[in-house]
Nanobody, 121 residues
Framework: QVRLAESGGGSVQPGGSLRLSCAASGSIRSISGMGWSRQAPGKERELVADITKGGSTNYADSVKGRFTISRDNAKNTVYLQMNSLKPEDTAVYYC???????????????WGQGTQVTVSS
């Protein structure tokens, strides 16, 4: 089994910063893509950013220049540094990882349980 554990969410004023972390654990042979998505109340889940094992990144237009995704392959961890936060960034943030399990060759996508980010004055 594979588990993704997120941390770092919370409440912040507009213009503030937060850093999210997501650590993957369990029967992991390798992890290719990792990323963050978010879901605001009444809206569909949307991709925020993702990163390949080699470090290539992709961002939603709404967060470019404000958010930075990074990963530590040795720790199976992905991070999301969020700066200049806006009220419209308020959502539950979910991390995702594409994992090849230790036994066999099956590759599956796993999700964390989500962490709340609230931006409000």
């Amino acid at each position: 089994q594979v588990r993704l554990a997120e941390s770092g969410g919370g409440s912040v004023q507009p213009g503030g910063s937060l850093r999210l972390s997501c650590a993957a654990s369990g029967s992991i042979r390798s992890i290719s893509g990792m990323g963050w998505s978010r879901q605001a109340p009444g809206k569909e889940r949307e991709l925020v950013a993702d990163i390949t094992k080699g470090g290539s990144t992709n961002y939603a237009d709404s967060v470019k220049g404000r958010f930075t995704i990074s990963r530590d392959n040795a720790k199976n961890t992905v991070y999301l540094q969020m700066n200049s936060l806006k009220p419209e960034d308020t959502a539950v943030y979910y991390c995702n990882a594409v994992v090849q399990i230790l036994f066999g060759s099956k590759i599956s996508s796993y999700w964390g349980q989500g962490t709340q980010v609230t931006v409000s004055s």
